[in-house]
């Protein structure tokens, strides 16, 4: 089995758990000194694992990549080594690609997130505000630095992302910035620095326009969303649409499918699943759930391509075998938010 792993040597995430690990896949936080992240690719957790990687040992900090190998998937390590081949020429670690996601700001309360990684939504259960750890990076990193990654949170509003990006400018300009934005503000501090730098994508959230987005994502509003969106598509070299496919949205994604289509290529926009337990595909009635793939099928018959492949599979999988839709934890959200999804994703009751 192959091991080798450039992630291991060249990345780093910073997640919602105030860990510092290798990646997304990773399962254990990294030991770091002096406060500076770069540091935790030279520590002792991070040598164990390099070590055994190099030797051709599966450590299990990567055991999901091993069980996506075994399944013949493609598995996070396989991705970082085709994206970024030229790492391997690299001698000892050196951070070239970071994702910050410590920091859960945010102001919505999207009905799939929680108070994990929004902080509405933690005020809305009445949860005190979290301690957020005081990270930096040396000099010498961000000078290094290919790319960055932005999110949440809302990273927009992250003040101290602002702080980093100004150190950027000035050290390292060329640097990717990319920001996983949900682009309700965009008159901030962070987006104002974003725009300055020429090779800055932003990927917006959205899987539905109008009602249908206003209940998704609560405390947004789509005119405020799509004037933004058409505004940041003429200020950034690259513009993507990230849509999660789940029971509220197959209804509404064609419509947020087509309005992305005014701005963006097929080839920037990303359909992802959902991978909550809240609102899975066996809370929808059988007979309804298979005309909503009918419909979302016959949609994309005369789409590019690029979104046909990543459409098509999701729903080969999707399936279901209750007889009515029911999601009790809607009623909860409705309550909170004032709101009726009844009235609004009609389809799921039909």
């Known amino acids: 089995m192959q091991t080798n792993c450039l992630a291991t ?97 945010c102001n919505l309360a999207c009905v799939y997130c929680g108070p994990r990684f929004s902080s509405r939504w933690a005020g809305l259960l009445g949860h005190a505000e979290p301690m957020i750890k005081t990270l930096d990076f040396s000099d010498e990193a961000l000078v290094g630095l290919d790319m960055i990654t932005l999110a949440g949170g809302e990273p927009g509003l992250i003040k101290s992302n602002a702080r980093l990006l100004d150190r950027l400018l000035v050290l390292n300009p060329e640097c990717q910035v990319i920001i996983n934005s949900n682009l309700y503000e965009i008159n901030t501090p962070v987006f104002e620095r974003v725009f300055k730098f020429a090779n800055a994508t932003v990927i917006a959230s959205f899987e539905s326009v109008g009602n249908r987005y206003n209940y998704i994502r609560q405390g947004s509003d789509w005119l405020q969303f799509s004037q933004n969106f058409v505004q940041v598509a003429q200020r950034v070299s690259r513009l993507q649409a990230s849509m999660i496919l789940f029971p509220l949205s197959i209804g509404g994604i064609a419509d947020a499918i087509d309005f992305a289509l005014k701005h963006v290529p097929a080839s920037e926009i990303y359909i992802n699943d959902y991978e909550g337990g809240r609102y899975q595909w066996g809370h929808v009635g059988k007979t309804t759930l298979d005309q909503l793939k009918s419909n979302l099928v016959k949609y994309i018959e005369n789409l590019d391509t690029a979104i046909q492949s990543q459409i098509l599979p999701r729903l080969a999988q999707i399936e279901s075998t209750v007889s009515n839709t029911k999601f009790p934890d809607l009623a909860d959200f409705d309550q909170m938010t004032d709101q009726n999804h009844r009235s609004i994703f009609k389809e799921l009751y039909q």
Not at 15 to 23: E, F, G, M, N
Not at 38 to 64: M, V, W
Request: proline share 4%; net charge negative.
């Open 9 to 105: 040597r060249h990345n780093l995430i910073l997640d919602s758990a105030d860990r510092v690990t290798l990646c997304c896949n990773s399962t254990q936080a990294l030991d770091f000194d002096q406060g500076l992240v770069d540091r935790a690719l030279i520590g002792a957790k991070a040598t164990e694992i390099q070590s055994a990687l190099d030797s051709g040992q599966a450590h299990p900090n990567c055991d999901r990549c091993w069980r996506e190998q075994a399944n013949g998937t493609y598995s996070y390590r396989e991705a970082y080594n085709d994206m970024y081949p030229e790492f391997a020429d690299l001698k000892g670690p050196q951070l070239k690609t970071v994702h910050l996601q410590n920091d859960p700001t």
